[in-house]
């Protein structure tokens, strides 16, 4: 049984900086596609980031290129997201998923496995 648990939500002012990390247990972490999401109030889960089984490649929504990271290590079996330069429209309920039949994915529907969430808010 596959198990994903986000952890590094929080309330911070514009402008400022947050680092989600996603543990992952229960499969070879280091074949997984894993991507992040997010689900502000009323809207659709919407793609953020995604991070290849290997790292070598990375994937962004284009309202988080130049200030969101993926990143993975897969001695820790985490995989983390560096949110700097947050804005008010960056708040949201953020997933971590994963997935192990491709490279890298991007679309909600690609993954089978999910985090339950962690929130983010951000102030003006």
């Known amino acids: 049984q596959v198990q994903l648990v986000e952890s590094g939500g929080g309330l911070v002012q514009a402008g400022g900086s947050l680092r989600l990390s996603c543990a992952a247990s229960?499969?070879?972490?280091?074949?997984?596609?894993m991507g992040w999401f997010r689900q502000a109030p009323g809207k659709e889960r919407d793609f953020v980031a995604a991070?290849?089984?290997?790292?070598?490649?990375?994937r962004y929504a284009d309202s988080v290129k130049g200030r969101f990271t993926i990143s993975r290590d897969n001695a820790k079996n985490t995989v983390y997201l560096q949110m700097n330069s947050l804005k008010p429209e960056d708040t949201a309920v953020y997933y971590c998923?994963?997935?192990?039949?491709?490279?890298?994915?991007?679309?909600?529907?690609?993954?089978?496995?999910w985090g339950q969430g962690t929130q983010v808010t951000v102030s003006s």
């Open positions: 998923a994963g997935e192990w039949t491709r490279e890298i994915a991007t679309m909600a529907n690609e993954y089978d496995y």
């Open positions: 229960g499969r070879a972490f280091s074949s997984a596609a």
């Open positions: 991070i290849s089984w290997s790292g070598s490649t990375t």
